[in-house]
Nanobody, 125 residues
C-alpha cells in the first residue's frame, strides 16, 4: 500500500522560502504522477502543481507560477515543492497526492487516489 508523508512546512515571513518534501513508502513513485494541493480553513482544496512520472511535464496554478517549482528524485522516492517569495495568501495545509498521470486535469483533486496527511505552511509577519 502506497503511503505518502509530507514534511518541510513551518512558519515563515512574507518573501521567504520553504521546500516541502513528499516521501513515499510501500511502493515506488517512478510510475506515478504527483500533485501538490493546499487547503485553507473555510476554503476548497486547490491544486497547486503536479509533475509527471518522468518529471518532464509540470503544471502550476496561476497563483503560484514563477514562485513555486516542483521536482522529483525517483531514486529517493521523493517529490519536492520549492516555494519562493511566499505570501500570506499561501498559508494553508499542503498535501501531496499520487495519480497515474497529471497530463489531463492534473490539478483536479478527483484525479488522485493516494493522499498524504498534510503539512502546515504559515506565512505571516
Amino acid at each position: 500500500q502506497l503511503r505518502l508523508v509530507e514534511s518541510g512546512g513551518g512558519l515563515v515571513q512574507p518573501g521567504e522560502s520553504l521546500r516541502l518534501s513528499c516521501r513515499a513508502s510501500g511502493s515506488t513513485l517512478d510510475s506515478l504522477a504527483i500533485g501538490w494541493f493546499r487547503q485553507a480553513p473555510g476554503k476548497e482544496r486547490e491544486g497547486v502543481s503536479c509533475i509527471s512520472s518522468s518529471g518532464v511535464v509540470t503544471k502550476y496554478a496561476d497563483s503560484v507560477k514563477g514562485r513555486f517549482t516542483i521536482s522529483r528524485d525517483n531514486t529517493k522516492n521523493t517529490v519536492y515543492l520549492q516555494m519562493n517569495s511566499l505570501k500570506p495568501e499561501d498559508t494553508s495545509i499542503y498535501y501531496c497526492a499520487a495519480a497515474t498521470t497529471c497530463l489531463y486535469r492534473g490539478l483536479s483533486s478527483d484525479r488522485y487516489d493516494y493522499w498524504g496527511q498534510g503539512t502546515q505552511v504559515t506565512v505571516s509577519s
